[in-house]
Structure formats: structure tokens, C-alpha cells
């Protein structure tokens, strides 16, 4: 089987394929995500991919009002804020994603340790394909 | 641990200058750095002739993408007669002219240079609120940018998790914005130069001139609550937990110290520098503190023997509410998670035990983001000087003064305390 490099290319290249992967260090065993090519804990640089099961919680949020033109053409606005946040996963590492299914207008209703599952956002065509990491509550 | 620095000279400064922090569709960065290079000049005591500049280090981060125009560093040695001496730009986002003050340091204290100029200008305002917000969501981290965080959003994130450890609330946040407003009040050159009670006066007058229903605000705080004047931008930041785009620049004016007392008897000697580095959101323990913020007050603090206590006024870099808050702590001027309730008791107003952002700090003074850092440098030469006027601080015997700049989401962080002796 093909080993992807363990860069910011081969993660996104997965998030398309619907699934959030990290690297672990053979040495010594520190799991990153996203991706390292370099162990920051050993400097072993022996990794292999593992899959993320893609449960979590919410460690912190914000409601964003004026997001760039990208989120703008997706209909948010000053109306219409829409989340993103910091997620801690059952696997004891944190991602930053965008939150869904819940009401970005309604902030003080949104709750730090709400438990979360992965969903994935695919965006744009042919070449302009994107894929989102996002997280939707369980 | 960090290892014990030191310099292989003393540095001092011996003039600053700041230009007017707004936003101008008349000025460009030429003319803004010049506004600020002609006040430096004046600010020498026994003058100064431009001529015996070694060399200028220019922090920008933003022109390039803004006014598609890179390589700032010979641009503005040219405007102010220094070719064909060497300029250098610095970039490290928002602190970007705090890294120009860095080199011009170590430029000086290696024997290389006797005297530099350091600095940063930032064009921002031709631009809309939305490309603004793209081009500085630069300096996040790839990750964040495509989690869609804005400047804002890692900051209203970075509150959630305060208020979620600590207790805080938006409230404590309002305390931070009051006292930037009275400060900048006070300050002529401030991008907002009013206080919130001034706001307030003015929209009552204006409803009451159109006829329109006069808003029944009691308080400042019921001002800022009021989302139709202050509305979320990334919540919990509000309109009024940020700070705006900004057009302006600054420079100060370094020399070897055994030279200083030529040109003034009242130089400010760099006693204490540092920098750090910092992760993104997601490869951080706790959100709630600044890891480079730390590292570079260990280094200042390491480098010029001195303590968080003897630091007597500060600027700080509160791009956002919360940012103040958390610097506060990680300078070590309060206690984690204490940093929210000094500011509730007073203790960081101009005639609190701890002065901060005596300027109006980032809020109402302005955040042209590459002339930020030294502009800060600008302020702190004021109060220790005396010449704060209106805002001087009623400390007896001010002799130590000292500035933290960020840049990016907390990618860059600078600390540089100030001394007059
Ligand atoms: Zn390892």
C-alpha cells in the first residue's frame, strides 16, 4: 500500500476521503493531528497513520459575524453567524473545525463539553474541491 | 529553564515619533512614516543629524496584499535620505516592528551600529472590513484559517475558555473597554480619543437633534449591552472588544549607551528585551494563557534582573478585550485567573497601583499593525519622560516602564521593559 507523506497535503487529501487521520511516532509513540513529519517529542521521524474514531467534546467556540467571503458566499452573516471551535478528541488530542447543527445567533446556549462527532464538508467542484473538518453535536 | 542573557552593550533611546493612528484615505505609508520620523527628530533633546543613521529596520506585515507594494525597507530609507545605507524588514504580523526594535538592539549591542532606526508603518483602511479580516487571517495558523476562525473568532475562543476556567464573563470584559476609552481620552493622538460616557452624550444629542426615541442608557456597561451600538463580531467580542483598522506609523531612535547623554540627559535605557513563540489553538494545553508571552517576560525579566513587580506601567497588546486580561497574567503583573478581577477593582486605570494601556491602548489609540510595537515604545517614553501631559500617571518616582506586543493569534510574542536613570 502506498504510505502518503505525512504532510498538510496527505491530511487534507484524507479529510476528502471522509476521514480525519494523524501520525504516530514508531519510536516513541506521540500521536499528532494534524500531521507531523517530525516527532517534537523523540525528533524520530518513523510515523504511521492512524484514523481518528472521530469523537469528541467542545473545549471552546465563538460565534463569528464577519467571517471572510468564503463563509460569506455560504450565506453567513451579521444574521446568520455561524461556529467554529476548539475539539478535544476521545483520543486525547485537539483539532480546530467548524461546528455544526447548532444556532450560531443563540450563543449563550451553546455549552463548553458538549459532546461532538466528525462530519465532513465538501465544498466547491472539479479542481476547487475543499473539504471541511467540521463537528456536529451527538 | 531559559539560560541567563545578556547584552555585549547597553542601548539606549534617544527620540521617538509617532504619526496620528486613524484611518486616512489621504495618507499612504510614506507620508504617515514621515509624520512620524519628523516627530522623532524633534524629540531629541540636543538634536540630532540624520546623517549619523547606521541603518533603519522597518517592521510592515500587511502592505504587500493590501497595496500590493512588498519591500518596504530601501521605500522608506529612500523618503527619509538614508540610501544607500541598509534597511531591513521585519515581519511577525502584528509585532512585526517589535522584531525591527530587536534587531536594531542586537545591531548596536554586537559594536556593529552606533546609532539605528527602528520602526513600522501599516496602510490598512483602503480596504473593506471583510478584506481586512481575510488579509489578517494571514497570520493565524493554516488550521484556523480553514476552521474559518477569524482574528476575532480565536480570540472570542480564547474567551470561552477563560470565562469556562476561570469564572469571568463578558461583563469583566466591558471593565477593560471603559478604562481603554478614559484613557484614550486623553490622548490627542488616538484613533478614538473618547470616552465611552462620550459616545453615549453624543448619540443621545444626535437622537434628541433628529427627533429620534433618545436611548435610556444609565451606565456604560448598559451601553455596551446594547446590541444595536455593539454588536457581536465574534463572540463574545463585541464591536467594542476590538480593535479597529488602523492607518499609521512610528520609530524610535537607538544609540550605543555610552553615547546616549550626547544627545539628551533623559534617555530610556533598554534594560530588559525578549521574544517567544507560540502554537496553534489546537496544539495548546490550555487556551487560556499565552506559552511566547511567558517565555519572552522570562527573558526580559532574566535579562535586566528586575521582577513583574518593578515593572510600574505597561502597554500591553490588547487586540482584544480578553487579550488584556490574559497579558496581565502572563507577565506575571496578577495571578492566573486574577487578571479579570484587578481590572474590576481599579487596579490598572491610570491612577491604579498598576497603570496599563495608559495610551488607549490597541482599543481607542489604533492597531496599524507593523507600527504597533514600537508606538507602544512611544507611550511608555512619554510617561517615564513626564511629558504624558493630561494622562501622566500619578506615580511617584516612574522609572520603569515596559511594553508586550503579539503578533498573529499569539505566534509572536514580544516583551521590552524601559528604565530611566
Ligand atoms: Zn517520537
Avoid at chain 2, 139 to 148: D, G, H, N, T, W
Avoid at chain 2, 339 to 362: C, F, H, M, Q, W
Avoid at chain 2, 371 to 395: N, Y
Wanted: glycine residues 10%.
Amino acid at each position: 500500500m502506498e504510505v502518503r507523506p505525512f504532510n498538510d497535503i496527505s491530511y487534507e487529501r484524507f479529510l476528502s476521503e471522509e476521514k480525519l487521520m494523524g501520525s504516530r511516532c514508531w519510536k516513541c509513540g506521540a500521536f499528532f493531528v494534524p500531521p507531523r513529519c517530525i516527532c517534537i517529542e523523540c525528533y524520530g521521524t518513523e510515523m504511521e497513520w492512524v484514523e481518528i474514531k472521530g469523537k469528541g467534546k467542545l473545549v471552546a467556540f465563538t460565534c463569528i459575524a464577519i467571517g471572510p467571503p468564503s463563509m460569506i458566499k455560504e450565506g453567513y452573516d451579521r444574521k446568520h453567524p455561524y461556529v467554529s471551535g476548539v475539539v478535544e478528541l476521545e483520543e486525547g488530542v485537539r483539532v480546530v473545525a467548524r461546528i455544526e447543527g447548532i444556532d450560531g445567533s443563540k450563543p449563550e446556549t451553546i455549552k463548553i463539553g458538549i459532546p461532538l462527532k466528525v462530519e465532513f464538508l465538501h465544498r466547491g467542484e472539479g479542481q476547487d474541491l475543499t473539504t471541511f473538518l467540521a463537528f456536529r453535536p451527538l | 529553564m531559559q539560560k541567563q542573557r545578556k547584552l555585549k552593550r547597553g542601548v539606549a533611546m534617544v527620540g521617538v515619533g509617532m504619526s496620528k493612528f486613524g484611518m486616512f484615505k489621504d495618507k499612504d505609508s510614506k507620508y504617515l512614516f514621515a509624520e512620524a520620523f519628523n516627530e522623532m527628530l524633534s524629540t531629541v533633546d540636543k538634536g540630532v543629524d540624520p546623517e549619523d543613521i547606521d541603518a533603519l529596520y522597518l517592521g510592515n506585515f500587511t502592505n504587500d496584499f493590501f497595496i500590493h507594494q512588498g519591500h518596504w525597507g530601501p521605500i522608506i530609507a529612500d523618503l527619509i535620505g538614508l540610501t544607500p545605507k541598509p534597511a531591513t524588514r521585519t515581519e511577525g504580523a502584528c509585532a512585526s516592528s517589535a522584531l525591527a526594535f530587536r534587531e536594531g538592539i542586537f545591531a548596536i549591542a554586537s559594536g556593529f551600529y552606533d546609532m539605528v532606526l527602528v520602526g513600522g508603518v501599516e496602510e490598512m483602511s483602503k480596504r473593506s472590513t471583510e478584506e481586512v479580516t481575510q488579509g489578517l487571517a494571514m497570520a493565524a495558523i493554516p488550521y484556523e484559517v480553514k476552521a474559518a476562525f477569524t482574528f476575532p473568532g480565536v480570540f472570542g475562543a480564547t474567551a470561552t475558555a477563560y470565562f469556562a476556567k476561570y469564572g469571568a464573563n463578558r461583563e469583566h470584559l466591558m471593565n477593560v473597554t471603559i478604562k481603554s476609552h478614559n484613557n484614550a481620552r486623553l490622548n490627542p493622538k488616538a484613533q478614538f480619543n473618547v470616552s465611552i460616557r462620550d459616545i453615549m452624550d453624543q448619540r443621545i444629542e444626535r437622537a434628541k437633534h433628529k427627533g429620534e426615541p433618545v436611548p435610556a442608557w444609565r451606565d456604560e456597561k448598559e451601553f455596551l449591552r446594547d446590541a444595536g451600538v455593539n454588536p457581536v463580531v465574534a463572540w463574545p467580542m463585541h464591536l467594542y472588544d476590538c480593535c479597529p483598522i488602523s492607518d499609521g506609523a512610528s520609530c524610535v531612535l537607538l544609540v550605543a549607551e555610552e553615547r546616549a547623554k550626547n544627545f539628551t540627559d533623559t534617555p530610556l535605557y533598554v534594560v530588559g528585551i525578549g521574544q517567544g513563540s507560540g502554537k496553534g489553538l489546537h496544539a495548546k494545553e490550555d487556551l487560556t494563557y499565552f506559552e511566547a508571552t511567558r517565555y519572552a517576560a522570562q527573558e526580559a525579566y532574566g535579562l535586566s534582573g528586575l521582577k513583574p513587580e518593578d515593572v510600574q506601567i505597561a502597554e500591553v497588546h490588547d487586540c482584544f478585550s480578553i487579550a488584556e486580561i490574559i497579558h496581565i497574567e502572563d507577565l506575571g503583573f496578577f495571578k492566573p485567573g486574577e487578571g479579570y478581577r484587578a481590572v474590576e477593582e481599579g487596579l490598572t486605570r491610570l491612577d491604579g497601583s498598576k497603570p496599563i494601556n495608559t495610551s488607549g491602548g490597541l482599543k481607542c489609540k489604533g492597531h496599524p499593525v507593523g507600527a504597533t510595537g514600537t508606538g507602544q515604545l512611544v507611550e511608555i517614553w512619554k510617561q517615564l519622560r513626564g511629558e504624558a501631559g493630561e494622562r501622566q500617571v500619578p506615580i511617584k518616582d516612574l522609572r520603569i516602564g515596559a511594553a508586550h506586543n503579539l503578533g498573529g493569534t499569539g505566534g509572536t510574542c514580544t516583551f521590552t521593559i524601559l528604565e530611566r536613570r
